[in-house]
């Protein structure tokens, strides 16, 4: 917390991500007044998405702390759910996201060249029609932005963006408008170019937030004041 608060972080976001985590994450909302929570099940957990779970996320999305529903969407790059499996519990939490007006956090990701996952999440959410507000956590698909933009969606970048050979994907956060910017940590994983393959942590999505500026040819404080902006009126914090 102290790292974070001297590099500027007002709030964060701690992400729940099935049976094992989503009382921890609403746990450290509960002790600290800057940080609040997400209650959801991970698309790689969806094997143990039962009545059970869908009840605990039910119950937890009234807690006053709890302010989105997710990590929730489509994983084909690791074997650990099947699709179905997946499926169901992503209907399920943007079904609860909508019956408590919440923001969905959505996970999307593939195996290398393919496109399965991230087309999948745009079927369902388009099917489902849902009009909380949407988040593409750790943005990866930069061939769909557009699709993102139409949709009134909004992508958050990790410190990938920082990455020598992700230019395609600078070049999608170039492309975003204002109102639609995240960038987060997704620690801790992805810590960005100057601490790549150290343990992430909140205080180093600085170093994205410096990237995505630069790309968009704004001063960081700029920057900043967007993604405040955006991520307040998400989470009305």
Partial sequence: ???????????????????????TALAAARRHGSVFATAGCHPTSAEEFDDELAAEIWRLAQEPK????GETGIDLYRESASLGAQQVAFVAQVEIADRFDLPIVIHARDPEGETGAIDE?????????????????????????????????????????????????????????????????????????????????????????????????????ELEQIVEANAQAIFSW
């Fill in 1 to 23: 917390m102290t790292a974070a608060g001297e590099a500027g972080l007002g709030r964060m976001l701690n992400v729940g991500l099935g049976r094992d985590s989503n009382e």
């Fill in 66 to 69: 709890v302010r989105a529903i």
């Fill in 121 to 221: 999440v745009f079927n369902i959410l388009d099917q489902h029609r849902t009009e909380v507000p949407v988040i593409l956590h750790c943005f990866l698909a930069p061939w769909r932005v557009e699709d993102a933009i139409e949709r009134g969606w909004y992508c958050s970048f990790s410190g990938i963006v920082t990455y020598p050979k992700s230019d395609a994907l600078r070049e999608a956060a170039q492309k975003l408008p204002d109102k639609l910017l995240l960038v987060e940590t997704d620690a801790p994983y992805l810590a960005p170019q100057p601490v790549r393959g150290k343990p992430n942590e909140p205080a180093h999505v600085v170093s994205t937030a410096e990237k995505v500026a630069e790309v968009r040819g704004v001063p960081y404080v």
